[in-house]
C-alpha cells in the first residue's frame, strides 16, 4: 500500500511523515495530543519547550508502561479462567 505525504506541526515546527492512509487519523491524533500537553505544561508555567516535550514523553512511557501491565494481568486472568474452565471441562467431556 502506497504512503501518504502528510505534514504535522508538533512545537511550533512542522514535520513532513509518510503515513499509511489508515493511520492519517491517528497520526494526527497524536500531534494534536502533543500540543494540548505542550499548551498544559507552558500554562503551569514551563517555558521551556524542550523540557514541556521531555516531560511529555515521559508522560507518555509511563502511561504506556501501565497499559502493558495491565494488559498482561488480564491476560493473565483469562488464561487461569481458561485453565480452570478446561479442568471442569475435560472430564466431563472425556466420559
Known amino acids: 500500500m502506497e504512503e501518504l505525504p502528510i505534514r504535522v506541526k508538533i512545537a511550533d515546527r512542522f514535520y513532513k511523515l509518510a503515513?499509511?492512509?489508515?493511520?492519517?487519523?491517528?497520526?494526527?491524533?497524536?500531534?494534536k495530543l502533543i500540543q494540548d500537553e505542550l499548551k498544559q505544561y507552558r500554562e503551569r508555567g514551563l517555558s521551556d519547550t524542550q523540557e514541556a516535550l521531555a516531560m511529555i514523553a515521559f508522560d507518555c512511557l509511563v502511561?504506556?508502561?501501565?497499559g502493558e501491565r495491565q494488559m498482561q494481568r488480564l491476560q493473565q486472568m483469562v488464561f487461569d479462567k481458561i485453565t480452570q474452565l478446561d479442568q471442569v471441562v475435560t472430564p466431563v467431556i472425556s466420559t
Do not use: C, W
Not at 503515513?19 to 500531534?31: D, K, M, N
Open 63 to 66: 502511561t504506556k508502561l501501565r
Open 19 to 31: 503515513v499509511e492512509p489508515e493511520s492519517e487519523a491517528i497520526v494526527r491524533e497524536a500531534a
